[in-house]
């Protein structure tokens, strides 16, 4: 199967690989027994999409943000989202000077490159649609006139699974715009000494310095478009999806979005693991945290206790794995 020409070659996939393994090591210095989540982490940064980690607290969620963003000598911010925040308190107000007899843009936390946004399901959802534009169009609109957010640009959103009152549940418009959805879990026993260890003295987040530089990250993430995805690997993707869809435990499906998620995401696995194409073995172990929180489970279904990660995993054993020489880039 020919490339089509106006595709972009790739020039050196072993630059990805080295950008994304200075990233990844740094960040595991503060993040123990993290590996396959600070991966994650990572292939969302390399596709310019946003994370959403839903976990209890106490587990490292704003550790991994700050981490990254250090590594990475970014600007960061943190929103800690409650009820009676504003839109404007996430976007920033415009706000009359009158020594000018101007109105004047007083920018809000979200005018950062990697932004937390701690426990976003406490926000109204008028708050929470604020995120919308930002996290869709790299923007925010105040007072009819439009502000360009920084690039990179990057939300981690976090949200407490077992806490509910005081809560608002984030819409399927908005869970739609993350691009993977991720848990870090409670550490091993002897991860947990090793926390002990690490932090006697000192955070291991007050010495990380910067890793890899922003417009190295940049460049990685134009570069990361032009992996090799062939046809038969779209159409596997695809087929994933689409069976979202017509699973008879499912009442909605993953969107189209959720299969451009799958395929960003498989680029840059397989960029990280030295390849200028991608195979089927990108794709599988990330149709989980690409495809979860874009699934409804069926009011029956629910009652059998089926859940997305099951209607995954039962769609993945289903379906027919393409392979041969074919999916190489030519």
């Known amino acids: 199967m020919s490339l089509p020409d106006a595709t972009p070659k790739l020039e050196s ?3 990805i690989k080295a950008i994304a393994d200075r990233l990844i090591a740094n960040v595991e210095k503060v993040m123990v027994g993290k590996a396959a989540e600070v991966q994650l982490t990572a292939i969302g940064l390399l596709c310019q999409g946003h994370l959403l980690i839903e976990d209890v607290p106490g587990v490292g969620k704003t550790m991994l943000a700050k981490a990254l963003s250090r590594s990475v000598g970014a600007s960061f911010n943190r929103i800690q989202f409650t009820p009676d925040m504003l839109p404007s308190d996430v976007t920033g107000v415009s706000i009359f000077n009158q020594s000018t007899r101007q109105f004047e843009f007083r920018p809000g936390p979200i005018m950062a490159q990697i932004v937390l946004s701690d ?56 869970l739609d715009r993350f691009l993977l959805r991720l848990s870090l879990g409670y550490p091993s026993a002897s991860e947990e000494i090793n926390v002990l260890d690490r932090q006697q ?18 460049m990685a993430q134009t570069e990361v478009r032009k992996v090799y995805v062939d046809h038969a690997i779209k159409t596997y993707i695809v087929d994933i999806v689409s069976h979202t869809r017509k699973h008879p435990d499912v009442y909605l499906g993953a969107s189209p979005r959720g299969s451009l998620a799958l395929f960003r995401a498989a680029q840059a696995r397989a960029a990280l693991n030295n390849r ?22 069926s009011p029956a279904a629910r009652i059998k206790d089926v ?11 289903s379906l027919p794995v393409p392979g041969g020489s074919l999916l190489r880039r030519p």
């Open 276 to 297: 200028d194409y991608v195979i089927p073995d990108d794709v599988k172990p990330l149709a989980e945290a690409a495809l979860m929180h874009r699934i409804i489970i």
């Open 201 to 218: 003295y000192k955070h291991p987040i007050e010495l990380l310095e910067r890793a890899i530089s922003v417009d190295e990250l940049l």
């Open 307 to 317: 859940t997305p990660r099951s209607v995954i995993k039962d769609i993945l054993n």
């Open 119 to 174: 426990e976003i399901n406490r926000a109204t959802p008028k708050t929470q649609a604020a995120l919308l534009e930002a996290m869709e169009e790299k923007q925010v609109t105040v007072d009819g006139v439009t502000h360009m957010l920084p690039a990179p640009f990057m939300v981690f959103a976090t949200q407490n699974p077992i806490e509910y009152e005081g809560t608002f549940p984030l819409p399927e418009a908005q």
């Open 13 to 15: 996939v072993a630059t």
